[in-house]
Structures are given as structure tokens and as C-alpha cells.
């Protein structure tokens, strides 16, 4: 069968089941371990699984309690049915190793962070923002990356005029459709406000108490 990019909605409904999510572009999953021994054993079980597909859909991270996998199909920024195959497979080989593929362990959900920059001369900025961060060029969806994936991803936002009324900065944060509604409120109780949910549920806008907004970002309302 031919390897076929899917929309949003295509790829969130194919993995819920798994413990898996879809983030705009990736499926992401989270496993909690208990050591660094345990975490090993995980990406071992993921990558002998994914074999020679691995390298251009898997990505991993992982810390002494917890291991984050990610696919996407390299180059097309986009979740196709390969991805949502190895997301099963994968998920089997973890469980059969004595591990749990979740998207929201105790300590936070699975989540995605870009910076965006809104700027009025996006070539005369952009060169200043990958020589300081030491970021990789990409076409899509953002513009530049880091290139051992630990970082947020940074866009640019073409702006017609100066933007006086709020800062030139903003964080895109990409949740779980499932968990939005929750982050949102509990950005709000932490002394947050609602700048704007005319886009909700693709994004709420909140801001600070000092006017620095962040977008809580979904894949819904997007296809």
C-alpha cells in the first residue's frame, strides 16, 4: 500500500487508542521509566522495531523517568499511514517489554514549544536568529530548528505594519486536543487572561499579567 500523508483528523483518530497524540505534525507519545537502565531498554524496543525506517520517522528523548517518541515522515512535515504504522508497532513492542505508551503521564502531557517572532523584514532578522541559535534552515512549518531537536522551533510572522500594542515575541504551545481546555484553565487560575479564543480550538491566545502571550495550539479546526 502506498504511503499516504493524512489530514489532522485522520492522524489523531488513528493513534488515540495507542497512548499516542497528534501534534500538528508529529505523533507523540510518553513512557514513563524509572531509570536510565529502563529508559535504554524502551528506545531499544522502538528503534529494533522501527528498524531501518528509524532514522527518517523516529525521534527520541529521554531523561532518567521518562522517554518522549516522536514520527513524522522527514521532509514532509506531515504524519502519513508509515507513521501511524510504526506508532502501532512500536507501541506493542513497549508494551511487550513492560512499558506503557501514554499522552498524559503524571507529570505533563506531551506537548510541542515554537517561538514566534513577528517582524517586519523577515530576511533582514531571520540570519541574526540561526547564526545566535546555532538553528538548521526548514522549509515548513517552521523556519528554522534546532538541529538535535532538544529546542523549540522558531517562525517568523510577516507583519504589514510595527506591532506598538504587545511584544514582537510570542510562544506556540501544541497540546493534545485533550488536554487544552485544561491548560488553558489553569493558565488562567495562575493569574493568566484570555487575550482571544476567536481561533479556539486551532489556538486560544493568553497572555501574562505583564502582556507576554503564548498560543495554546491544537490540530482541531484546521482540516
Not at 76 to 93: C, E
Request: glycine share 4%; net charge negative.
Amino acid at each position: 500500500m502506498a504511503d499516504t500523508i493524512l489530514t489532522e483528523s485522520e492522524a489523531s483518530l488513528a493513534v488515540e487508542d495507542l497512548g499516542w497524540r497528534y501534534l500538528l505534525d508529529c505523533l507523540t507519545t510518553a513512557v514513563t521509566v524509572g531509570s536510565l537502565f529502563d529508559a535504554c531498554e524502551v528506545i531499544r524496543a522502538a528503534v529494533d522495531i522501527a528498524g531501518p525506517h528509524a532514522n527518517d520517522h523516529l525521534r527520541l528523548r529521554a531523561t532518567a523517568d521518562r522517554v518522549e517518541l516522536t514520527l513524522e515522515t522527514r521532509g514532509k512535515f506531515r504524519v502519513t499511514t508509515q507513521d501511524v504504522d510504526l506508532a502501532r508497532s512500536i507501541t506493542k513492542a513497549v508494551r511487550t517489554a513492560g512499558y506503557q505508551t501514554v499522552a498524559h503521564p503524571a507529570h505533563h502531557s506531551v506537548q510541542s514549544l515554537a517561538i514566534a517572532i513577528d517582524a517586519m523584514d523577515i530576511p533582514a532578522v531571520r540570519p541574526f536568529w540561526k547564526a545566535v541559535l546555532g538553528y538548521d534552515d526548514v522549509t515548513s512549518p517552521a523556519d528554522l530548528v534546532d538541529p538535535s531537536y532538544g529546542g523549540p522551533s522558531l517562525w517568523f510572522q510577516q507583519m504589514d505594519e510595527p506591532r506598538t500594542q504587545r511584544s514582537t515575541v510570542h510562544l506556540d504551545l501544541t497540546v493534545p486536543h485533550d488536554d487544552a481546555v485544561a491548560r488553558v484553565e489553569a493558565a488562567l487560575a495562575a493569574g493568566g487572561r484570555l487575550v482571544s479564543d476567536d481561533r479556539a480550538r486551532a489556538f486560544w491566545v493568553l497572555a501574562d499579567s505583564e502582556g507576554n502571550e503564548v498560543c495554546v495550539c491544537t490540530w482541531q479546526d484546521r482540516d
